[in-house]
Structure formats: structure tokens, C-alpha cells
């Protein structure tokens, strides 16, 4: 078969099993459908309040379906106040039923350029329990106060009915917040959503710069992002981040500090997302060394920032290459439990969060809609769903398959570049090496951006090292990219 008909679809699925997920719904999963269809969506009442009338937004992907998050924000004295509507997939999967055991096995959506692996059900994830445009939907409402330092202020959770005035996209809400581009027809027919996104951007902006002051990390991804038609790769394109995913990344880091602080602060047990110190800070140390900066012998993130800070602005053709570098050096994210009696925080390096969890997407990860159920139960004054060793079990389960989903992800993305490189054999790349170990050298190459191995003159090569390299061979049956050292 040539690699313009290899059958990515297939291949996708044959991965998934090989990673050790179970792509297929268990029996029971349509009879669960019908029956969260025929309960239909709660009403206000209680303590849920009516949010309908706000003007409620989202920004995500192209083609995302799974709309997990809403926002809207309103100026006050005092600063702005931020409100992010969190779909409440919680009160539609309850704990135990047959979609629920699925997704605690999965732990996550999948995400390949041919097929996705939902993690829920399609007709939950990106219907009944998808904040799309033009319905109402029930959601978990995390509220706080942006002052003019950037600081979270005035911190609440509670559960709302919402409605989503207008669905929205990275690639052009991006351009038009950055100045570089008209705004789409959605945008452009409503003056008070231009103030709106404005607004958020204006909240984002005071937020990352607060945590970039306390040493939050600023990277560059630059990412592939494969055309990829009726099973045919007719293009590998690249995204780059904009003033849209920035505002959309502050808006949930603070939304999950809000969720990690208010569980902490009533005693509750519940998972958090952490990224410990450095696995390799030394050869950190020494790619900064190479650029002319210093970092001191402990891991610390706030000079590291200001270094990259400093690259960006003083060589921004190569400042990407750097970050990637140090990005792959960083280490791994985990999830691990936190005891309602602990007394301290566990932090988060890379974001220099004191408390983070991950809250904003029950739809896509388990963790999330296990943090849903906390919140709700710690809302009633109820016992936790969960035990303690439910949820370290579930932690270790959650960092497992994170592990094995970023595997399926890594392989279908390479055999996604094969397919769409394999008449590019001999061309020289330029590219950034980004693993070295005893299991081999891979390089990432910048235009387009993919990853391969480097199996001709290897030798001496380490994480950061920018590189050129010829391209030997292609094999998307493998999810092989070789390439050699010139």
C-alpha cells in the first residue's frame, strides 16, 4: 500500500488498543443516551440560578463539537469580574453507570487529524451535554474578581442555567484582538460582543501578566496542523498560539485555582494537576548557558521566564526553537491526590500555581468531572463521592492513560507527517532536537513542524541542540520518520 492510501482511520483505532484503551462503548451506553434525552435539561430553580440573559461566548477550535466552557466578563469597581460557565456533564453521567465506568477507564478524550476517541459518548459530548450555541444548558459557574494587579479576588462556585450566544474560533477571534484582521460575521453584527471579547482580553492580559511576575512560564508552541480530507492528507499546515488561546488558557487557569482554593479551604479531599521541579534543570541550565543567560543551581521558574522573556524579543526567529527545547525538558504533568487536611499546597512549576486542578473539561477528561462531583457534593454540605483511595487510584489511573493517550496522539501525528513527507525524501530540514536517550535521538523539524528519529550520525546530539537533517525514509505503517544528520 502506498502512503497516500494508507488507512489512518484504521490505523488510529489499531493504536488506541495498542495503548491499552478500549475505543468501543460497554452495553447499556444507548439505553443511558435515551434516558439522560428523555430527563431534557433542568430548569432554574433553588440554588441554580438563571445566567440566560448574559452575553455568554466560546472560543475553541475550528472544528471542535465538545464545547466544555463558556465566559463572560462585566467591568466593577474594584476590577472585572470574570465568570467561566463549566458544562455540567456531572448531572447528566451519574457515578457508576455504564458511560461513567467507560470513562474512568478512558480518562480522556483522544484526539487524531482522522478519528476521535470521545472519552463520553458523541451524543452527550457534543449535544446534551455541550454548551453549543443557541441552547440552554446547565453549568457549573466559577466566579471571580480580576483586580488591576492581575489578582484573584472574590472567589465562588455554584451551578446556573446558561445560554451560548455565539460559538467562536481561535483562528478568528485571535487576529482580531491582535489588530492583523477583520473580525468574523458573528463578531462583527454585535457591538456589545466586541466589547464583550475585549473585555476578557483586558482581564487575560492583567491575569498572565501577574503570573508571569510570579514565574509563570511564556512559551512558543508552534504545532502541526494536518489538512486532512476523506482519509487523505492534503496538507501539513502549522498553528501558532494567539491573543485567543491566551485568553482562553488565563481564563481557566484561574478558573482551576478557583476550584482547587475553594475545595482546600472546606477540607476536601481531590485531584491535582502538579508539575514538579525540572527532570533534567542541568541541561536547562546549559542550553540557557548557550544563549548567553544563567539560572541558578536550584530549579527556579521566574529567571527562567525572564530568559525566555528576554529570547523572545531579542531573537524571535529562533526564540521557538529554545522554547521546545525546554518544554520537552520540563518533564511530564501528573495527577496526584490532595488530602483535604493537608496543610500545604502541592503547586504547579510551570504556571507558579500554588493550588491547581484540572475543573474545565468534564467532557474530555475524568478528572475533571470527578472535581465536578466534589464541588457539587462540598455545594450541599454532602459527604465526597469519593473516598481517599478512589481518588489516588483514580489520580494513577488518570496520569497512566495521559501517558498512553499523548502516545496515540505522537504516533498518529507521525504517521499523519508520513503520509503527507513521503514525496520529500532527500530534502534537508532544519529542526531542534527534542529526546535523547538509549531508546534513540528525535528531532523536530520546523517547516513543517514534525517529529522524527534521527538514525544517521546521532552521535553526541542532546535535547536543544539545533540541527540539519535529511529525510531518509518514511513508513506510516510504523509511524516511522528517519532521518539522518548532515
Known amino acids: 500500500m502506498s502512503a497516500n492510501h494508507f488507512d ?35 430548569a432554574p430553580s ?8 448574559l452575553l455568554w461566548s466560546s472560543i475553541d477550535n475550528d472544528t471542535s463539537r465538545d464545547l466544555d466552557q463558556i465566559e463572560y466578563a462585566e467591568r466593577i469597581e474594584g476590577g472585572i469580574r470574570v465568570l467561566i460557565g463549566v458544562a455540567d456533564v456531572s448531572g447528566s453521567v451519574e457515578k457508576g453507570s455504564p458511560i461513567d465506568r467507560h470513562a474512568a477507564d478512558q480518562t480522556k478524550t483522544v484526539y487524531t487529524a482522522t478519528r476521535n476517541f470521545p472519552m463520553i459518548p458523541n451524543e452527550l459530548s457534543t449535544d446534551l451535554t455541550s454548551l453549543n450555541q443557541g441552547v440552554d444548558r446547565a453549568a457549573v459557574i466559577m466566579e471571580y474578581v480580576v483586580d488591576p494587579q492581575g489578582c484573584l479576588r472574590q472567589q465562588k462556585i455554584y451551578r446556573a442555567v446558561v445560554h451560548n450566544t455565539a460559538q467562536l474560533a481561535y483562528s478568528k477571534v485571535g487576529p482580531w484582538l491582535e489588530g492583523t484582521a477583520d473580525p468574523d460575521a458573528k463578531v462583527a453584527a454585535s457591538a456589545g460582543l466586541q466589547a464583550q471579547l475585549k473585555l476578557q482580553d483586558e482581564a487575560a492580559r492583567l491575569l498572565r501578566e501577574e503570573r508571569v511576575s510570579q514565574g509563570a512560564l511564556e512559551f512558543s508552541r508552534i504545532e502541526a496542523d494536518p489538512v486532512v480530507i476523506d482519509g487523505e492528507v492534503r496538507a501539513i499546515t502549522t498553528a501558532a498560539h494567539n491573543r485567543a488561546t491566551n485568553l482562553i488558557e488565563d481564563f481557566m487557569i484561574g478558573a482551576n485555582e478557583t476550584m482547587a ?39 527556579d521558574s521566574a529567571p527562567l521566564n525572564a530568559f525566555l522573556r528576554r529570547q523572545r524579543a531579542d531573537d524571535p526567529v529562533h526564540y521557538p526553537d529554545i522554547s521546545l527545547a525546554i518544554i520537552k525538558l520540563m518533564g511530564p504533568g501528573e495527577y496526584v491526590l490532595s488530602k483535604g487536611s493537608d496543610a500545604k499546597p502541592l503547586g504547579h512549576f510551570g504556571l507558579a500555581a500554588r493550588d491547581y486542578t484540572h475543573s474545565t473539561a468534564p467532557n474530555r477528561r475524568f478528572a475533571d468531572l470527578v472535581a465536578q462531583r466534589l464541588v457539587k457534593a462540598m455545594l450541599e454540605a454532602a459527604p465526597s463521592p469519593y473516598s481517599d483511595d478512589e481518588l489516588n487510584a483514580i489520580a494513577l489511573k488518570c496520569t497512566l492513560q495521559e501517558k498512553a493517550g499523548h502516545k496515540v496522539e505522537r504516533a498518529m501525528r507521525k504517521r499523519v507527517a508520513a503520509v503527507g513527507m513521503s514525496d520529500s525524501i532527500g530534502k534537508i530540514f532544519r529542526g531542534v532536537v527534542t529526546g535523547a536517550s538509549d531508546k534513540g535521538v528525535y528531532v523536530r523539524v520546523f517547516n513543517p513542524p514534525v517529529e522524527g528519529r534521527v538514525m544517521q550520525g546521532q552521535q553526541g546530539l542532546d535535547v536543544g541542540d539545533t540541527v540539519s537533517v535529511k529525510l531518509l525514509h518514511t513508513d506510516p505503517a510504523r509511524a516511522f520518520i528517519d532521518f539522518a544528520h548532515v
Open 261 to 299: 482554593e475553594l475545595l482546600r479551604a472546606a477540607g476536601r479531599s481531590c485531584i491535582r494537576r502538579v508539575v514538579r521541579a525540572p527532570e533534567r534543570w542541568e541541561r536547562i541550565r546549559e542550553l540557557v548557558a548557550l544563549h548567553g543567560g544563567e539560572l541558578p543551581a536550584e530549579p
Open 46 to 53: 433553588g440554588d441554580v440560578r438563571d445566567l440566560r440573559g
Open 8 to 42: 489512518l482511520a484504521a490505523a488510529a483505532f489499531t493504536e488506541m488498543v495498542r495503548q491499552g484503551f478500549h475505543p468501543d462503548f460497554p452495553n447499556g451506553t444507548e439505553e443511558q443516551i435515551e434516558q439522560i434525552r428523555e430527563a431534557g435539561q433542568p
